[in-house]
């Protein structure tokens, strides 16, 4: 009573396990939406398991698919901020999408790495599968610490194949995408509670090459001068 009227309740009648509604705080006009992953408060995305988390990837994917047939969105950014440290305004396990009229630079920069036949993160993926910085994966995915971070732990999951968008419900893909991802959340929890998590599906029409990048925020590790003037980024090895 306290949220706006859902725009996807799961299940649809009884105890729900997962709920979307509209920001009443929307950061665009367009179309802002919060996720909210679970009833039960003070619980985290990684402490609900891979069985959960691989409905919250469901309801994602879907709400990604509504949104862009239903606003003529150019992108819509879904992502998930934990902790205050990370940008969260309140406490209760959520993800939110954000529908934007125009392509922001840096997914059109994602994009253009994106082509099918000369794919950067393609070639990646190969390497990072067995590199130094790999840090877990399976038949599907790669979660690896990427060359040159943003931010200090950082972690890459990006799918082995050639795949633009999430995988769909009750496929294999997507209980081993939530496996991994829920595998590294727990691993970036045990260091910090605080992190952002954001995925990368790719809008209709375009090559993007479908992946989810981890953030992990730490008090201490803030962007400086250096950084906000220039984009380098300076973390701890």
Not at 18 to 42: K, Q, S
Request: hydrophobic share 45%.
């Amino acid at each position: 009573s306290e949220t706006p009227p859902a725009v996807l309740r799961h299940p649809p009648v009884g105890d729900w396990m997962i709920r979307a509604f509209p920001n009443l705080y929307p950061a665009l006009p367009h179309a802002h939406e919060v996720l909210v992953e679970t009833p039960l408060h003070g619980s985290s995305l990684a402490a609900l398991g891979p069985e959960h988390l691989e409905l919250v990837l469901w309801a994602l994917d879907g709400r990604l698919r509504t949104l862009y047939r239903t606003t003529q969105a150019a992108w819509v950014q879904a992502f998930k901020n934990q902790g205050a440290a990370a940008g969260a305004s309140f406490g209760h396990a959520h993800s939110q999408l954000v529908a934007t009229p125009f392509v922001p630079a840096e997914i059109a920069v994602k994009s253009a790495h994106s082509h099918a036949e000369s794919c950067r993160y393609c070639a990646i993926c190969t390497t990072e599968a067995v590199g130094p910085r790999s840090v877990a994966a399976n038949r599907s995915f790669v979660a690896f610490c990427p060359v040159a971070p943003s931010w200090e732990g950082e972690v890459w999951l990006l799918a082995r194949r050639h795949v633009r968008h999430l995988p769909r419900a009750r496929s294999a893909a997507l209980s081993e995408l939530a496996a991994l991802l829920n595998r590294v959340l727990r691993a970036v929890e045990a260091v910090t509670p605080a992190y952002n998590m954001m995925l990368f599906a790719a809008a209709p029409g375009m090559d993007l090459h479908f992946h989810v990048e981890i953030a992990p925020r730490r008090e201490q590790a803030l962007k400086a001068g250096l950084e906000l003037a220039t984009g380098i980024s300076v973390v701890r090895q």
